[in-house]
């Protein structure tokens, strides 16, 4: 499979403290690759350096053939073809949801009214939010919230879609939901970087995960190995964190 994502070499400090020690990494087109890690190890910021929202203190990272983060004037190309949904969904409030998702194609990627609609209609009829076009953001729940701000990053048509902690904040019941979508995006072959801390749900979404501590890779393999067959006491500890025993 065709190399999108390449990171070499990615180094980035905030003052003194390093945050990304010489992390590399390359994405397949298509691949589903979950980020698991401590609070604080750098999942964002190594996101956030990957679409540009971050600069980046050594390394590249090439989206395709072109380099990303090289200057300002790239930037909002490369915004539009990295994808990235957060924790918080930052909806426009007073906007309805049909506008909050067309606004962007329209203003920035000068498309057509009627044809950025339609296509906003179709996905919000995927992800099952049809009936809310014309609602405003504080009529929807959480889950809600954060399926539209998906449809809002995909109708960018982003190459590579990026999401940290996406349910973070949600109740558990509304926690499926918007998995469900991104579980029928993986299907259709996005090629994703996901950080969360839904362990079963990495495991099903997965095609490789990566365990991310200070800065650096520790380890990484398939979510059967990387699951079941932890390497180093490291993983070990970190995934005994997410299980109970009397
Ligand atoms: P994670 O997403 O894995 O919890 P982050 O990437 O948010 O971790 O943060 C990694 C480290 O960088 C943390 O120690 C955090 O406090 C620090 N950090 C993040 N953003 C900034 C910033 N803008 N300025 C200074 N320090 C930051
Ligand atoms: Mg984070």
Redesign the pocket.
């Known amino acids: 499979m065709e190399e999108i994502l390449k990171v070499n070499g990615l180094s980035k400090k905030?003052?003194d403290?390093p945050?990304l020690d010489n992390l590399s990494l390359s994405v397949k087109k298509g691949e589903v690759v979950v980020i698991v890690?401590?609070?604080?190890?750098?999942?964002?910021?190594?996101l956030?350096c990957l679409n540009g929202l971050e600069d980046i203190d050594e390394g590249e990272v090439l989206l395709g053939e072109e380099k990303v983060n090289p200057n300002k004037k790239n930037l909002s190309r490369t915004r539009e073809r990295i994808g990235m949904v957060f924790q918080s969904y930052d909806l426009f409030p007073h906007r309805t949801i049909l506008q909050n998702i067309t606004l962007a194609p329209i203003k920035v990627k000068k498309r057509k009214k009627a044809e950025v609609e339609e296509e906003a209609i179709k996905l919000l009829d995927r992800v099952g939010l049809l009936s809310k076009k014309d609602s405003y953001p504080r009529q929807l729940s959480g889950g809600q919230k954060q399926r539209v701000a998906i449809v809002r990053a995909l109708i960018m048509h982003p190459e590579v879609l990026l999401l940290?902690?996406i349910t973070a904040a949600l109740d558990p019941e509304m926690v499926r939901e918007v998995l469900d979508v991104v579980l029928s995006l993986a299907k259709e072959g996005r090629t994703m970087l996901i950080?969360t801390h839904e362990m079963a749900f990495a495991k099903a979404v997965a095609d490789r995960v990566i365990f991310?501590e200070n800065g650096k890779i520790v380890e990484e393999g398939s979510p059967e190995e990387f699951f079941d067959n932890p390497q180093t006491d490291r993983l070990k500890r970190f995934l005994k964190t997410f299980s109970y025993e009397k």
């Open positions: 905030f003052d403290l945050v890690g401590p609070s604080g190890c750098g999942k964002s910021t190594f956030r940290d902690e950080v991310l």
